[in-house]
């Protein structure tokens, strides 16, 4: 079975703070994975994409792929409240979600 | 560019009934995907469509069934339904094989009574 999990949270941080979210991923031979941000009762809107090992940053959005250890992340520099919402990891075409961790930004 | 569509927005019906709800894509893009949103499981994927033939599917039962058209819209069935589809059904699409960034609609919420 092929697995996405992400840290369940929620996760609180102070406005101006750096947030951290993780996620790991079963299948090994895995090449494309996303970070989706859903805003309650919205859908979810693509953030990062990142194919490569190593960090690409986008704004205050930097992904980190590991692929030796099978990990992906998503750092938020300088949270805003407007940032408060759901991120989902995703992997892969068949677009394996995880369950998606709850970012709570407090002014 | 407008973005991706889907018809209805909202639908209510009962046991047993079936629905039918369709998507349109982002112009220029031809891989729709769907998937069903609850609280409890989260986004699970249904079923991944190109060119009019079905590339993906994911763990549902038979009762969801989807096509896709030679303009790319697709469609996905639901039948006999049940208390337990009551879920928001998202759809979302992508350029090619090559471009697998996913954009969602805003999703159906079904209701099912």
């Known amino acids: 079975q092929k697995e996405v999990e992400q840290n369940s949270g929620p996760l609180s941080v102070p406005e101006g703070a750096i947030a951290s979210l993780n996620c790991t991923y079963s299948d090994r031979v895995s090449q494309s994975f996303f970070w989706y941000r859903q805003y309650s009762g919205k859908s979810p809107e693509l953030i990062m994409s990142?194919?490569?090992?190593g960090d690409k940053e986008d704004g205050r959005f930097t992904a980190q792929l590991n692929k030796a250890s099978q990990y992906v992340s998503l750092l938020i520099r300088d949270s805003q409240p407007s940032d408060s919402a759901t991120y989902l990891c995703?992997?892969?075409?068949?677009?394996?979600f995880g369950a998606g961790t709850r970012l709570t930004v407090k002014p | 560019k407008a973005g991706v569509t889907q018809t209805p927005r909202y639908l209510i019906k009962t046991r047993g009934q079936q629905v039918t709800l369709s998507c349109s894509p982002i112009?220029?893009?031809?891989?729709v995907s769907w998937y069903q949103q609850t609280p409890g499981q989260g986004l699970q994927f249904l079923f991944e469509?190109?060119?009019?033939?079905?590339?993906n599917k994911g763990n549902f039962p038979g009762r969801f069934s989807g096509r896709q058209f030679s303009n790319s819209r697709s469609e996905m069935n639901v039948s006999t339904l049940e208390l337990g589809d009551s879920a928001l059904y998202l759809c979302a699409t992508t350029r090619d094989l090559q471009h697998n960034e996913q954009f969602f609609g805003p999703g159906t919420r079904l209701t099912v009574l």
């Open positions: 469509y190109f060119s009019e033939t079905q590339r």
């Open positions: 995703a992997v892969n075409n068949d677009m394996r």
């Open positions: 112009s220029g893009h031809r891989s």
């Open positions: 990142i194919y490569s090992n």
